[in-house]
């Protein structure tokens, strides 16, 4: 019966551990820089949105990305992506803060979102002051 009960308990802790992963499980998915180039080229109505800083930002970023930082995006600041249907690729100088951004904008809602890392990697064309 001690094993039964056992057994019993194993279970009931497994499904539950189940159950919970995958509620947290993020929805993002993750791209090589050549993926998101082909998705920029293709679409160009996708959001390119770098999470840094207005400062890094204004030294070097990819053209036509929307820059909304990571933290407006913690504190609720969603006001430049008001399409959660959108396509959105994002990235950041390493990318920590666009794995962080992605996960937030899946726990808002957010059904398209893609992370591609950082611009420190990036060998796609780039804008800004700082371009060497």
């Known amino acids: 019966m001690y094993t039964l009960q056992?057994?019993?308990?194993?279970?009931?802790?497994?499904?539950?551990?189940?159950?919970?992963?995958?509620?947290?499980?993020?929805?993002?998915?993750?791209?090589?820089?050549?993926?998101?180039?082909?998705?920029?080229?293709?679409?160009?109505?996708?959001?390119?949105?770098d999470v840094r800083t207005q400062d890094?930002?204004?030294?070097?970023?990819?053209?036509?990305?929307?820059?909304?930082?990571?933290?407006?995006?913690?504190?609720g600041d969603f006001s430049k992506l008001p399409d959660k249907d959108a396509t959105i690729l994002i990235y950041c100088w390493t990318g920590?803060?666009?794995?962080?951004?992605a996960i937030i904008l899946v726990e808002h809602g957010y059904k398209n979102v893609y992370e591609f890392g950082g611009l420190v990697d990036w060998t796609g064309s780039v804008s800004g002051t700082d371009l060497k």
């Open 6 to 49: 056992k057994n019993f308990a194993m279970i009931f802790l497994l499904s539950v551990a189940i159950l919970f992963t995958g509620c947290v499980e993020n929805d993002y998915k993750h791209l090589t820089h050549e993926d998101a180039q082909r998705i920029m080229k293709a679409n160009p109505d996708a959001i390119i949105l």
């Open 56 to 75: 890094e930002y204004e030294k070097k970023h990819i053209p036509n990305a929307v820059l909304v930082p990571i933290e407006n995006l913690r504190d």
């Open 96 to 101: 920590r803060r666009a794995e962080d951004a």
